[in-house]
């Protein structure tokens, strides 16, 4: 809709522009015929007097008429072009909070997929199957494997489920005739694995940044891990630990890609998962994942939108948590490149509310190396105070 009262806008523009020539064309033209008539009337004589008088009011006329268009034109033009100005203002506002809504929208939806996934590392890691194959007896690993096996087939989420034992030695998998090389392989230098081990009760995981995992078939994989503890309680003695290897790479593009949007709008818009160092780790065109660092605007902002240029607008949202998942620092980005002629909105400080001072601070380097349970995360204002001056 204000897209459509702008185009209206410089229709009229338009319109009155050409009228205003048109009206001069024929001031002009009256302008001459008055001149020609002056000059036959002279010709004339006494005879053409009258014929003369005549002229010269047409040649008066025709002056009043030119100078009121001029007015006009001097009137008219500053006006629309600040019609236009607000116009486009009022449109780079509204679309930047859509896009930011749309950026919430999105992270939302990774978090809650990600929390659910914090559950389903520490609920399995007390199933008695799991348990025993810390044990080291081939029977209990065979029958840990086909246990596995059964929670894949249900939550195809997953590439696969490693248990391991306290060395970092890998005792069983889920897919082992999908991944066969990985039982025997040492994991005892991955992050998640020594953060697992270190962690202090059956409540915590721990999660890795999002990362390549050979073994799995080079696939883009989200990993979390929880300590498998003895006779499975909380409070255990550690003896192994539950790798989870989420499908990133599939599950990510399904999210970024169904963002809701016109056909019109798709071609020039780009959604995209961005990291705590904004690393891009999910994009809805495939470009730059888990290679290209995002020039985010973020202001200190957890909600907005802004202007990085005179084509582009960028409405983007941080991570809110879920229930007792936190999040990562992550942020959801929705670019979007303007299409329609016109001058683009000018990017200024912005005089929304400051970003919110209760968040616990998320280390710059690594994921967590444990994470416990909080309080579940207040829900983010968005924030549509950004100046966008004009497109």
Request: hydrophobic share 40%.
């Amino acid at each position: 809709m204000p897209e459509r009262i702008l185009g209206l806008a410089g229709e009229i523009s338009k319109l009155v522009s050409a009228r205003v020539d048109d009206i001069q064309r024929i001031t002009t033209m009256s302008k001459i015929l008055a001149l020609n008539a002056s000059i036959e009337a002279a010709r004339a004589g006494q005879a053409g007097a009258g014929f003369s008088v005549v002229a010269e009011q047409v040649k008066t006329v025709s002056d009043r008429i030119t100078t009121i268009v001029d007015e006009l034109q001097d009137k008219l033009e500053p006006r629309i072009k600040e019609l236009n100005t607000l116009g486009s203002a009022l449109i780079a506002r509204l679309r930047g909070a859509r896009l930011a809504d749309l950026a919430l929208n999105m992270i939302e939806i990774i978090d809650r997929n990600l929390y659910e996934r914090s559950c389903d590392v520490r609920w399995w890691a007390t199933d008695s199957a799991v348990v025993s194959c810390t044990g080291g007896e081939t029977e209990a690993a065979a029958y840990c494997s086909k246990r596995l096996g059964v929670i894949l087939d249900a939550y195809t989420v997953y590439l696969d489920l490693w248990v391991v034992d306290t060395e970092g030695r890998v005792l069983a998998n889920g897919r082992p005739v999908q991944y066969p090389g990985v039982v025997g392989q040492s994991v005892a230098s991955a992050s998640w694995f020594r953060e697992a081990m270190a962690s202090r009760d059956g409540t915590e995981f721990s999660v890795a940044d999002i990362a390549v995992n050979a073994p799995l078939g080079g696939r883009s994989v989200a990993t979390y891990a929880a300590a498998i503890r003895e006779g499975g309680e909380t409070h255990g003695r550690v003896v192994g630990v539950l790798g989870i290897f989420f499908d990133w790479q599939a599950q990510s593009q399904t999210v970024v890609k169904g963002v809701r949007m016109s056909d019109e709008e798709r071609p020039h818009t780009r959604c995209m998962i961005l990291d705590r160092s904004h690393r891009v780790i999910a994009s809805s065109d495939g470009r730059g994942v888990l290679e290209e660092r995002y020039q985010l605007q973020a202001g200190g902002k957890e909600v907005g939108c802004y202007a990085p240029d005179n084509r582009t607008v960028v409405g983007f949202a941080l991570t809110p948590g879920y229930e007792t998942y936190r999040g990562l620092g992550w942020y959801g980005v929705v670019e979007q490149r303007l299409v329609a002629a016109g001058t683009a909105p000018t990017p200024t400080a912005s005089s929304g509310p400051a970003a919110r001072s209760d968040r616990p601070p998320v280390p710059a380097a690594h994921a967590p190396s444990v994470a416990p349970a909080a309080p579940a995360a207040r829900e983010p204002k968005v924030d549509t105070a950004a100046e966008l001056v004009s497109f």
